[in-house]
């Protein structure tokens, strides 16, 4: 216990991740103290052993950070650390279709040989879009505007080329550049942040360039995600919640999974931001739902925590349906309050999808109860994970007592979950939504 991990090329991902939280918390000294390390990494060494670095996380991370840095303080130094993470990021879209691979490897970059993915997450290449558009906004360099919506075009050619036409399945064969291979179709893991950015690139575009594209492609999936991926769950006291599974298409039919995850929790803040901003006022309401949802199995649970991975009998459509006792029998987990088929990952490991919708809810719509809703959340978590130097994921929620805990504390524990917290109880003028929009991992970027 108490240990640590050197991940994500060895190059203070923490730290890094959680700068824009120092500002916003006040923490100024803090702030330019960690900033002064930050712009000292050395982005041409990695941790002993790796000559590769994981693309995706290290644009959320490193980049998303230091350029939501610079954004908040204006210290150029953090501008021009970006732009040399840029860079080096860059060279991962030197494949012969300009789409990069999961991992940057430097070995295979010098040798010309890079290849985009043929069983990759559809999230990785198509959530780099938000940071890449920053970048090229406060640096005026088009180009990595460009490479990015070389993917945006790939994704609008084949969105209704898939099994389920008008989304993109969960694994994509980004060299080939089909979308056939895979019948799985999810919002949670592996896929999440391709549709977070949907809208999320609309606004931060203000209506110029190809702002449109992205409007039309988030309007057209998430008609078939409430179709076909949403579901209600039957319980005794009918509550008005939804949540998100996994839908599979198979020849003889469409089949959906009842199974939520923490990581689906964002989908609340999704549906609310994107509602308030197209002018759909029923997917805000499909937002509180669902946000409604996701603090609903945190208050479920004996520790007040969320489960990794969790299944519900659910009803036949979204709309109200009678509790049926005889096949709660049959299906449910008697270990768990009604409702619930299995927590079958009970792990809780700092997610902060669930207070990141509750957050943009109440931003949204002011209504004091949510900040009620996050204040037990908050004394839950912190009850729950709390050790001798931070906090830590916890191994089963579902366990009565004193929590077990794991030796890890993620870096978006201070760049996401601390900073949602702190923000609900903040005056909505902090980081304004109408002035910011935040990345996936939470970064506030200013909108043009």
């Given at each position: 216990?108490?240990?640590?991990?050197?991940?994500?090329?060895?190059?203070?991902?923490?730290?890094?991740?959680?700068?824009?939280?120092?500002?916003?918390?006040?923490?100024?000294?803090?702030?330019?103290?960690?900033?002064?390390?930050?712009?000292?990494?050395?982005?041409a060494s990695t941790t002993a052993g790796t000559t590769s670095i994981n693309v995706f996380e290290t644009t959320i991370r490193h980049l998303g950070g230091m350029?939501?840095?610079?954004?908040?303080?204006?210290?150029?130094?953090?501008?021009?650390?970006?732009?040399?993470?840029?860079?080096?990021?860059?060279?991962?879209?030197?494949?012969?279709?300009?789409?990069?691979?999961?991992?940057?490897?430097?070995?295979?970059?010098?040798?010309?040989?890079?290849?985009?993915?043929?069983?990759?997450?559809?999230?990785?290449?198509?959530?780099?879009?938000?940071?890449?558009?920053?970048?090229?906004?406060?640096?005026?360099?088009?180009?990595?505007?460009?490479?990015?919506?070389?993917?945006?075009?790939?994704?609008?050619?084949?969105?209704?080329?898939?099994k389920l036409p008008g989304m993109w399945p969960a694994m994509i064969n980004f060299q080939e550049e089909h979308v056939r291979g895979d019948n799985s179709f999810?919002?949670?893991?592996?896929?999440?942040?391709?549709?977070?950015?949907?809208?999320?690139?609309?606004?931060?575009?203000?209506?110029?360039?190809?702002?449109?594209?992205?409007?039309?492609?988030?309007?057209?999936?998430?008609?078939?995600?409430?179709?076909?991926?949403?579901?209600?769950?039957?319980?005794?006291?009918?509550?008005?919640?939804?949540?998100?599974?996994?839908?599979?298409?198979?020849?003889?039919?469409?089949?959906?999974?009842?199974?939520?995850?923490?990581?689906?929790?964002?989908?609340?803040?999704?549906?609310?931001?994107?509602?308030?901003?197209?002018?759909?006022?029923?997917?805000?309401?499909?937002?509180?739902?669902?946000?409604?949802?996701?603090?609903?199995?945190?208050?479920?649970?004996?520790?007040?925590?969320?489960?990794?991975?969790?299944?519900?009998?659910?009803?036949?459509?979204?709309?109200?349906?009678?509790?049926?006792?005889?096949?709660?029998?049959?299906?449910?987990?008697?270990?768990?309050?009604?409702?619930?088929?299995?927590?079958?990952?009970?792990?809780?490991?700092?997610?902060?999808?669930?207070?990141?919708?509750?957050?943009?809810?109440?931003?949204?719509?002011?209504?004091?109860?949510?900040?009620?809703?996050?204040?037990?959340?908050?004394?839950?978590?912190?009850?729950?994970?709390?050790?001798?130097?931070?906090?830590?994921?916890?191994?089963?929620?579902?366990?009565?007592?004193?929590?077990?805990?794991?030796?890890?504390?993620?870096?978006?524990?201070?760049?996401?979950?601390?900073?949602?917290?702190?923000?609900?109880?903040?005056?909505?003028?902090?980081?304004?939504?109408?002035?910011?929009?935040?990345?996936?991992?939470?970064?506030?970027?200013?909108?043009?």
């Amino acid at each position: 216990m108490c240990g640590y991990k050197d991940q994500f090329g060895g190059w203070a991902a923490t730290l890094v991740d959680s700068l824009d939280t120092l500002w916003i918390m006040g923490l100024k000294d803090e702030f330019y103290e960690a900033a002064a390390a930050a712009v000292a990494i050395d982005f041409a060494s990695t941790t002993a052993g790796t000559t590769s670095i994981n693309v995706f996380e290290t644009t959320i991370r490193h980049l998303g950070g230091m350029l939501s840095a610079y954004d908040l303080s204006g210290e150029p130094a953090l501008l021009e650390k970006a732009k040399e993470l840029g860079r080096l990021l860059y060279i991962a879209f030197d494949t012969p279709n300009r789409i990069p691979g999961f991992w940057l490897d430097f070995e295979n970059a010098r040798a010309g040989r890079q290849l985009a993915g043929t069983h990759d997450p559809s999230a990785s290449p198509a959530s780099l879009s938000l940071e890449f558009t920053r970048l090229a906004q406060l640096t005026g360099e088009d180009k990595y505007y460009d490479a990015i919506h070389r993917v945006t075009t790939f994704l609008e050619r084949t969105q209704e080329d898939s099994k389920l036409p008008g989304m993109w399945p969960a694994m994509i064969n980004f060299q080939e550049e089909h979308v056939r291979g895979d019948n799985s179709f999810a919002l949670g893991a592996l896929a999440d942040s391709l549709y977070e950015y949907l809208p999320k690139m609309a606004i931060l575009l203000g209506g110029r360039n190809h702002s449109q594209i992205y409007e039309k492609m988030y309007r057209r999936s998430m008609d078939v995600a409430i179709k076909h991926l949403l579901f209600r769950p039957m319980l005794p006291n009918n509550e008005d919640i939804l949540f998100a599974g996994t839908t599979f298409v198979h020849d003889d039919g469409i089949q959906l999974v009842p199974e939520g995850q923490h990581l689906h929790c964002f989908l609340g803040g999704l549906f609310a931001v994107a509602g308030k901003s197209f002018s759909i006022p029923e997917h805000v309401t499909i937002g509180e739902r669902l946000a409604r949802g996701c603090a609903w199995v945190y208050s479920a649970m004996p520790t007040g925590l969320m489960p990794e991975y969790f299944a519900l009998l659910e009803c036949p459509s979204l709309q109200p349906c009678a509790w049926n006792e005889t096949r709660w029998e049959l299906e449910g987990n008697k270990k768990l309050k009604k409702g619930f088929q299995h927590a079958r990952d009970p792990r809780y490991q700092l997610r902060p999808e669930a207070i990141e919708s509750i957050f943009i809810m109440y931003r949204i719509t002011g209504q004091e109860e949510f900040r009620e809703i996050a204040w037990r959340m908050f004394e839950s978590i912190v009850e729950g994970t709390k050790a001798p130097f931070g906090h830590a994921a916890v191994k089963d929620i579902t366990a009565e007592g004193v929590t077990e805990k794991e030796d890890s504390m993620e870096s978006f524990w201070l760049a996401e979950t601390l900073k949602y917290f702190y923000l609900i109880f903040s005056p909505p003028d902090l980081i304004s939504l109408d002035e910011y929009v935040f990345s996936t991992e939470a970064h506030p970027f200013k909108r043009t």
